[in-house]
């Protein structure tokens, strides 16, 4: 079983550039190194040369290409070129058929409401979230 210290990279996929910015902050400032993307696109393809211990993806994503749960299939898809990615569900959708849909898959270790929580409240979640596994 993993432990917390064995998570150290993190990539964050967030359309919303100061949401991003602010997450970037906040993982970099505890310690971990982070990569971003504003799009599923360029998230699967810092995935495939990053290889993160873990990723923090908001599910709406911009209208036209890949949404979060594309992202996910992606990255499930194929483990050998993206490696076993536990993943934040970070978004506003609380839509309680998504919600479902997310625990279904198998890399989903959390669904987080970022309008419920601090940046610092989402740190405290996600690292409790990782240790959970």
Same mark, same amino acid.
């Given at each position: %079983?993993?432990?917390?210290?064995?998570?150290?990279?993190?990539?964050?996929?967030? =359309?919303e550039?100061?949401? $991003?910015? %602010?997450?970037?902050?906040?993982?970099?400032?505890?310690?971990?190194?982070?990569?971003?993307? @504003? /799009?599923?696109e360029?998230?699967?393809?810092?995935?495939? #040369?990053?290889?993160?211990?873990?990723? %923090?993806? =908001?599910?709406?994503?911009?209208? $036209?290409? %890949?949404?979060?749960?594309?992202?996910? #299939?992606t990255?499930?898809?194929?483990?050998?070129?993206?490696?076993?990615?536990?993943?934040?569900?970070? !978004?506003?959708?609380? /839509? #309680?058929?998504?919600?479902?849909?997310?625990?279904?898959?198998? @890399?989903? $270790?959390?669904?987080?409401?970022?309008?419920?929580? !601090?940046?610092?409240?989402?740190l405290? #979640?996600? $690292?409790?979230?990782?240790?959970?596994?």
């Open positions: %079983m993993k432990q917390l210290s064995d998570y150290k990279k993190c990539l964050i996929i967030e =359309d550039k100061d949401i $991003r910015e %602010m997450y970037v902050t906040i993982m970099q400032s505890a310690g971990y190194d982070v990569r971003s993307a @504003s /799009n599923g360029n998230g699967v393809l810092i995935a495939s #040369e990053f290889k993160p211990d873990f990723l %923090m993806l =908001d599910l709406m994503l911009s209208l $036209r290409g %890949m949404d979060g749960f594309d992202v996910i #299939e990255l499930e898809g194929d483990i050998e070129k993206y490696g076993d990615i536990a993943i934040m569900i970070i !978004t506003n959708n609380s /839509n #309680e058929f998504e919600v479902k849909k997310a625990y279904k898959l198998k @890399s989903v $270790r959390g669904y987080l409401l970022k309008s419920d929580l !601090t940046p610092e409240q989402v405290y #979640e996600v $690292r409790s979230l990782l240790v959970e596994e």
